[in-house]
């Protein structure tokens, strides 16, 4: 009897160790999961893009239907929305017009039509302002490959190059930042943190230092080691607009003094949710450096992603990269087609 009853609690000893190991098995990979988590693949562009997204083609469903009828009315409505979401005077009211001219040649009578049509009319423009563009950045056959970051405080140059080097160490590159914006001791020593973050060199003086001695110094530096790629980090800010010109045209000219075809690209650095500020911006930076491209930062959760629409049109600069968010992964290169898939479909 006693027997019987042993062998009973023992099997109930052993059941009760097996879900045991069973339970902190579960409960293992569920933490092992989690941890994975955070390396996660990036997200998706249009959940990225979904404020942006709402903004735009959510208002022009939400006045079509409200409206009811194709009209003078209608028109003005669609035209405020193209304004409000960022798009750019120019660039809505060419959308406009064209939109009129449809409707006249196809007869259009039904809202319905006219939201297609208007949805065609910005891929279509977004698509050919585009077309014969390569906005990937390449690595040229001569290194160092030279990257010059501009653009007022604030908008996400200092995170851009983070990020870029990031990307570049990762691809097996070596990389060296330098540290040009020498009118505040804290980006120096907040580029000093990111470089130490990301595996990259960096070549810095104290604040107050010329800024062109700086990437002097740092390209002869990267040259002698076979640097692959040179991010270099300006100021925002002088005691003029005039200085800040001139500081940027002298450091231009001092990079080709040590690598006779950089910087490869001129990056103007703009935040997307300052909307038309960022337009303006672009204007005057251009007009004293020759800009190679954008980036389009804070991307994510603004609504006026309509920018990207406008801002090509209007200035023929294109964007090269954007920025929907705060950690390495949300750098992606600029692709016309996946951001327009993003929008519409
Ligand atoms: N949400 C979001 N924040 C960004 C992005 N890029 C930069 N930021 C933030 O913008 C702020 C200013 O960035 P910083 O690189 O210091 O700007 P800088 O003055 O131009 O160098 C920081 O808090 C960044 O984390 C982006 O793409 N999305
Ligand atoms: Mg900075």
Redesign the pocket.
């Known amino acids: 009897m006693t027997e019987i009853l042993n062998t009973f609690n023992n099997i109930e000893i052993y059941l009760f160790i097996g879900i045991l190991i069973v339970g902190i098995l579960i409960i293992f990979f569920k933490i092992k999961g989690k941890k994975l988590g955070d390396t996660k693949r990036p997200e998706s562009l249009d959940l990225k893009l979904a404020s942006t997204k709402n903004n735009l083609l959510g208002k022009i469903a939400e006045v079509v239907k409200l409206r009811g009828k194709v009209d003078e009315q209608l028109m003005d409505d669609l035209e405020e929305i193209l304004l409000k979401a960022d798009v750019g005077v120019k660039v809505s009211l060419d959308i406009i017009d064209e939109l009129r001219d449809e409707i006249k040649t196809k007869k259009l009578i039904s809202v319905n039509d006219v939201r297609e049509h208007l949805e065609e009319i910005i891929r279509k423009i977004l698509l050919s302002d585009y077309a014969d563009e390569t906005l990937k950045l390449q690595i040229p056959k001569e290194i160092p490959f030279v990257i010059l970051f501009t ?12 990020k870029l080097a990031k990307r570049y160490v990762k691809a097996g590159r070596s990389v060296m930042m330098i540290a040009a ?1 020498t009118f505040r001791a804290a ?1 120096i020593d ?1 580029l000093s943190i990111w470089a130490e973050r990301t595996g990259a060199q960096i070549m810095k003086q104290k604040k107050g230092a010329d800024p062109s001695s700086v990437v002097f110094d740092g390209l002869t530096k990267a040259v002698n080691q076979k640097i692959d790629v040179v991010l270099i ?1 300006t100021a ?1 800010r002088q005691h003029t607009k005039v200085n800040l010109m001139n500081e940027l045209a002298k450091m231009k000219r001092t990079t080709k003094k040590v690598v006779p075809k950089a910087p490869h690209e001129t990056l103007l ?1 703009v ?1 997307a949710t300052t909307g038309q500020n960022a337009i303006s911006q672009a204007e005057t930076f251009n007009q004293a450096t020759d800009l190679s491209g954008l980036v389009l ?5 603004t609504a006026k992603g309509g920018i990207v629409i406008g801002i090509k049109h209007q200035l023929d600069i294109p964007v090269k990269l ?5 950690t390495y992964n ?2 992606r290169d600029f692709d016309v087609n996946e951001f327009v898939e993003a929008i519409f479909d």
């Open positions: 653009g007022v405080n604030g908008v996400g140059k200092t995170t851009t190059i983070a914006d980006a907040q980090d925002g650095v935040d930062t804070k991307l994510d959760g954007i920025g929907v968010g705060e949300d750098l």
